[in-house]
């Protein structure tokens, strides 16, 4: 995309918008980041980009006409959270994008990129996971995400609108200063790296007696930096009146056990671990197919090795402890 640009990134003082809203920066376009900082952060929100501080309910205060798209992150996205207080989620993440898509249709802002989830895949019934295997979310949360992926289908096809649902798998690393604070933290590489800065005395690893080469669940991690780009691969690719849906992984799993020993050799820490049980609803892999993000938007990540992953993340976790 070489044109000049003005998109609204709803979310964007957290962790992946901040990430998007930069690319979108240093690509020359005009960014308004709208968040309510309810999980994000005002530092989060990069240089260049204009901060509306307020919530995705109030969105047609924002959006005018002038806009060529909105990048939709803005959501609650603790799975034990959606299970204790599944209201909250569904208020949120599905309340939230009806105001949202309601401002856009009276703007006539006829663009969106969502952030979409592998948690709407559920219990995967095979490996790697395509975007036709059947969706059943096994929590709240993913229950939120495939009803707005329905929500933005009916967008479309009623009212025109050129939608991109991005469903990312286990997104990692950090780019340009943006990397994952999450309160409570619930991914496994910055728990990990916890413990590397001595925040945690050990890792638990939630069963080793899975159906996987060393027992431990394997999961796909994709870097936040190769989901940005599929990002504005996906503002080029968006066709109105259609619903694209793309699994954004790196197609390659990484069991828990490989990225503790990732981090031991990245950080030079010892890493304690210590077996915990199972827990319900953990699949024993879970890795995307990409294969439609290749075809329909172009994209190829580029940052597909754990130790690449894990040694920005850990620059990142470094940098903030000494904050
Ligand atoms: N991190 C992952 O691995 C992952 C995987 C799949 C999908 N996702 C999705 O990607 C998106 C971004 O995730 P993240 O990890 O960056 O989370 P995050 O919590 O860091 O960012 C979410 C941002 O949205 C803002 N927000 C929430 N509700 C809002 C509202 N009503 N109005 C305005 N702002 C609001 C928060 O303040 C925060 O800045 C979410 O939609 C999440 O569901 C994330």
């Known amino acids: 995309m070489t044109q000049r640009g003005k998109y609204l990134v709803t979310g964007g003082a957290g962790y992946i918008g901040g990430v998007v809203a930069r690319r979108l920066v240093e690509a020359g376009h005009d960014v308004v980041v709208l968040d309510d900082l309810s999980t994000g952060f005002r530092d989060g929100v990069p240089a260049g980009a204009v901060f509306a501080e307020g919530d995705i309910r109030d ?74 295997d059947p969706t059943a979310p096994t929590n709240p949360y993913g229950a939120t995400k495939l009803a707005v992926d329905h929500m933005i289908g009916g967008e479309a096809r009623a009212h025109g609108l050129a939608a991109v649902c991005l469903r990312y798998f286990n997104v990692a690393g950090a780019y340009g200063g943006h990397g994952e604070r999450h309160e409570p933290e619930s991914h496994l590489i910055p728990l990990v790296l916890d413990v590397a800065l001595g925040r945690r005395e050990s890792i638990a690893v939630h069963g080793d007696d899975y ?88 994209w190829t990540p580029s940052r597909t090795g754990l130790a690449e992953i894990v040694a920005d993340a850990w620059e990142f976790a470094r940098a903030r402890a000494l904050v």
Not at 95 to 107: E, H, S, V, Y
Not at 223 to 240: F, G, K, N, Q, S
């Open 59 to 132: 969105t047609a205060r924002w959006l005018d006409p002038s806009f060529d798209g909105v990048l939709h992150f803005a959501a609650f996205s603790q799975v034990a959270e959606s299970v204790a207080d599944p209201g909250k989620y569904w208020e949120n993440n599905v309340g939230g994008t009806i105001a949202l898509l309601a401002a856009m249709r009276a703007a006539r802002v006829r663009t969106l990129v969502f952030s979409s989830s592998a948690a709407t895949y559920g219990e995967p019934v095979r490996t790697p996971v395509t975007e036709s």
């Open 211 to 298: 159906p996987t080469p060393d027992g431990t669940c394997v999961r796909d991690y994709i870097h936040v930096a190769d989901l940005a780009e599929a990002h504005v691969l996906a503002l080029a690719a968006a066709r109105p009146g259609e619903q694209l849906i793309c699994n954004l992984g790196n197609g390659n799993g990484f069991s828990v056990r490989e990225v503790v020993a990732t981090v031991r050799k990245v950080t030079g820490h010892p890493v304690p671990e210590t077996l915990a049980p199972r827990r319900p609803g953990d699949p024993a892999v879970l890795v995307a197919s990409a294969a439609v993000a290749r075809e329909r938007l172009g």
